[in-house]
T-cell receptor
Framework: DQQVKQNSPSLSVQEGRISILNCDYT??????FLWYKKYPAEGPTFLIS?????DKNEDGRFTVFLNKSAKHLSLHIVPSQPGDSAVYFC????????????FGAGTTVTVRA | DAGVIQSPRHEVTEMGQEVTLRCKPI?????LFWYRQTMMRGLELLIY????????DSGMPEDRFSAKMPNASFSTLKIQPSEPRDSAVYFC???????????FGSGTRLTVV
């Protein structure tokens, strides 16, 4: 049973515009959330994270928002660049579960020039 | 540091054959994770080790799958006998401590024909 869900398998956005990726989770014990980025033939790499005590974390062009009551988080990329074209995975973990990561199915982002 | 090293990068095998995937974690990392990536389910955790001891293997799909970590610098994931539905990309990741960031290897793409 998938505890982390990314319901949009793909997203296409024009260069310079905002990319918004969504993620939902079901386990209320999750207290740490992360986004990973994956290029073809490479392993996922860490992008940005947020603790459950916050509702927003920003790092350059990337911002993650957390809505605990809705069990929902989102990743905003502004402005989108061609190098952002990749698969983005949402992940969640909890202290009670050794911080092992549960991942969503991923969203493929394509940034059009 | 060379990062997490996985071998082979690609493996094509016939149904019924034994397959062994290998992983060398980053030196000093005491956690090691095996994930499988499929289109439908994204990244699924198969098993993870702490200090070479298997902690949670609840994600291992069947008895055909087994994993070992004989020492801190080496782990194997074995499938015997392999089946076409095992075709996927298998990732190994390691981290230092409970709250350390994950570092993923480049993965092994397994095709069972």
């Amino acid at each position: 049973d998938q505890q982390v869900k990314q319901n949009s398998p793909s997203l296409s956005v024009q260069e310079g515009r905002i990319s918004i990726l969504n993620c939902d989770y079901t386990n209320s014990m999750f207290d740490y959330f992360l986004w990973y980025k994956k290029y073809p033939a490479e392993g996922p790499t860490f992008l940005i994270s947020i603790s459950s005590i916050k509702d927003k974390n920003e790092d350059g062009r990337f911002t993650v928002f957390l809505n605990k009551s809705a069990k929902h988080l989102s990743l905003h990329i502004v402005p989108s660049q061609p190098g952002d074209s990749a698969v983005y995975f949402c992940a969640a973990s909890s202290r009670s579960n050794d911080y092992k990561l549960s991942f969503g199915a991923g969203t493929t982002v394509t940034v059009r020039a | 540091d060379a990062g997490v090293i996985q071998s082979p990068r690609h493996e094509v095998t016939e149904m019924g054959q034994e397959v062994t995937l290998r992983c060398k974690p980053i030196s000093g990392h005491d956690y090691l994770f095996w994930y499988r990536q499929t289109m439908m389910r994204g990244l699924e955790l198969l098993i993870y080790f702490n200090n070479n001891v298997p902690i949670d293997d609840s994600g291992m799909p069947e008895d055909r799958f087994s994993a070992k970590m004989p020492n801190a610098s080496f782990s194997t994931l074995k499938i015997q006998p392999s089946e076409p539905r095992d075709s996927a990309v298998y990732f190994c990741a390691s981290r230092r401590g409970r709250t350390g960031g994950y570092t993923f290897g480049s993965g092994t793409r397994l095709t069972v024909v």
